[in-house]
């Protein structure tokens, strides 16, 4: 069974990535200022889950040099279709590890997976029930 301190490293793991995703994405996206304001919102998501571990004195994961992307990016179309998939991905590693997290910090970032689906939304156009 996974533990509060497991689930939260991992969700620090994927706010670094996001974060790093999102530099990518600012470089080739027609809308730059979008992916800017979206890594914004997942540095503040990142500064929040690092204060919550270090008061509960669990280990900080350092974030990687750099991400394996799941795509090239290349241009407009392929930064844009790898910002819909990773908050896709952020939604569904979300949805699944919330529950995980102290009740307090759950209560706080409750909305976060819904927040990651609509930005999903405007990357893509697409809505789905099951991001996967």
């Excluded at 800017?36 to 571990?53: E, M, P, T, W, Y």
């Excluded at 900080?60 to 795509?71: G, I």
Aim: charged residues 15%; contains cysteine.
């Amino acid at each position: 069974m996974s533990t509060f301190p497991e689930k939260l490293t991992e969700l620090l793991a994927s706010a670094h990535c996001a974060v790093y995703t999102y530099g990518v994405v600012a470089a080739y996206a027609d809308d730059s200022h979008a992916a800017l304001d979206n890594q914004a919102i997942h540095r503040q998501l990142r500064d929040k889950l690092i204060a919550s571990a270090t008061l509960q004195k669990i280990a900080v994961p350092e974030p990687a040099l750099a991400y394996a992307l799941p795509m090239r990016v290349t241009n407009n179309n392929s930064a844009m279709a790898v910002a819909a998939l990773l908050e896709n991905r952020l939604c569904n590693q979300w949805a699944t590890d919330l529950f995980y997290l102290e009740r307090t910090l759950a209560l706080e970032l409750v909305t976060f997976p819904q927040e990651c689906a609509v930005r999903a939304f405007m990357w893509s156009g697409v809505t789905s029930a099951f991001p996967h």
